[in-house]
């Protein structure tokens, strides 16, 4: 994306970003986004826990499932033994 970037064009870049905000609300519009990356990274790392707690519970549950056998396996044993 920022491949064809050289250093000239990010001074413009940031030149223009000035002129269209103002000094003033730069400092106002960087602590938002930090903010706003915080609560972003907050909320991915709850959502990886919470796929980890259910992965693991789930490999509890299937850990403690009996055997089950299908009906074919006792109707064809059942036909042999006749």
Request: glycine letters at 6%; aromatic letters at 4%.
């Amino acid at each position: 994306m920022l491949a064809g970037l050289t250093g000239w064009h990010i001074v413009a870049i940031v030149l223009v970003v000035l002129v269209l905000f103002g000094a003033t609300k730069l400092p106002v519009f960087a602590k938002g986004l930090g903010q706003s990356i915080k609560i972003f990274k907050k909320e991915v790392s709850e959502v990886q826990d919470d796929m980890a707690k259910d992965r693991t519970q789930r490999s509890d549950a299937h850990l403690d499932r009996e055997t089950v056998t299908t009906p074919d396996t006792q109707t064809r044993r059942a036909s042999e033994d006749r």
